[in-house]
């Protein structure tokens, strides 16, 4: 993202924040949906560094037009299909909105995954340089070691790159829990088999603030209120109101 110099107006500060192009911030404010420092903001108003600019949590129709779910991915589900013949979210979601992942759950994972049409929040939650919480739930197919939880909690060397030090949990004899802030290709597989476990199941059960409560496997719910209210803010560092 590029950094913000002050004082800047309104419309290119919502823009630069990610949260709108500047047509549509100028759009909201029109609709007296945008307040700096709480008052209703007017257009070419300018932003300096210690306002507090807050944006309604449903900004007209271009808000309501907006989806997000969580979505509780199976076992044997690919995240994209990349073969004729492959089941993936898309062919089995039987959602009537075009909707698409944020991230990836390998084939034989599950669990949680957030899925929406709004593709402004896509680099905002993947780039591990933002740092965003991923938890997961982890079995293996022999005892653990204290080693083995000491060692990838403090990052380790893979093939191709320095694992980030990470909270990691024995929760059992072979299971442990996990929270990343990084997700690369097979990730907490590859860091087991440094030390020869193989996993045998892998779930992920939250993304930020977002969590997989009792979804069943294929269920999915509406991301909404509050708990969406939240999920922007950490994102965005925007906060919204009523």
């Known amino acids: 993202m590029t950094e913000i110099t002050y004082p800047i107006r309104i419309n290119r500060y919502l823009a630069l924040k990610n949260y709108c192009s500047r047509r549509q911030a100028d759009n909201f404010i029109k609709q007296k949906q945008i307040k700096i420092n709480g008052k209703i903001a007017k257009l070419g108003d300018k932003v300096y560094e210690k306002d507090e600019v807050k944006l309604r949590a449903q900004a007209k129709n271009s808000q309501k037009q907006r ?72 079995e293996v197919d022999r005892p653990l070691s204290p080693n083995f939880i000491k060692r990838i909690s403090l990052g380790i060397q893979l093939e191709d790159f320095h694992t980030k030090k990470c909270f990691v949990e024995q929760t059992g004899k072979k299971s442990f829990r996990i929270i990343l802030t990084e997700g690369k290709k097979r990730q907490i597989r590859r ?39 939240e999920f922007f803010k950490n994102l965005f560092n925007v906060p919204h109101f009523a």
């Open 67 to 138: 989806i997000y779910l969580a979505y509780n991915k199976p076992v044997g589900i690919e995240t994209h299909a990349s073969t004729k013949g492959q089941k993936d979210i898309k062919g089995t979601l039987g959602f009537k909105t075009r909707l698409f992942p944020l991230g990836r759950l390998d084939k034989d994972s599950h669990g949680l995954m957030i899925l929406t049409n709004d593709g402004r929040i896509t680099d905002k939650l993947l780039n591990p340089k933002y740092e965003h919480e991923k938890e997961y739930l982890v």
């Open 191 to 229: 860091m087991c088999e440094v030390f020869r476990y193989n996993v045998l199941d892998l779930k992920r059960i939250r993304i930020m603030n977002i969590k997989l409560y009792d979804l069943k496997p294929g269920q999915y719910r509406e991301i909404q209120g509050e708990e969406l209210k």
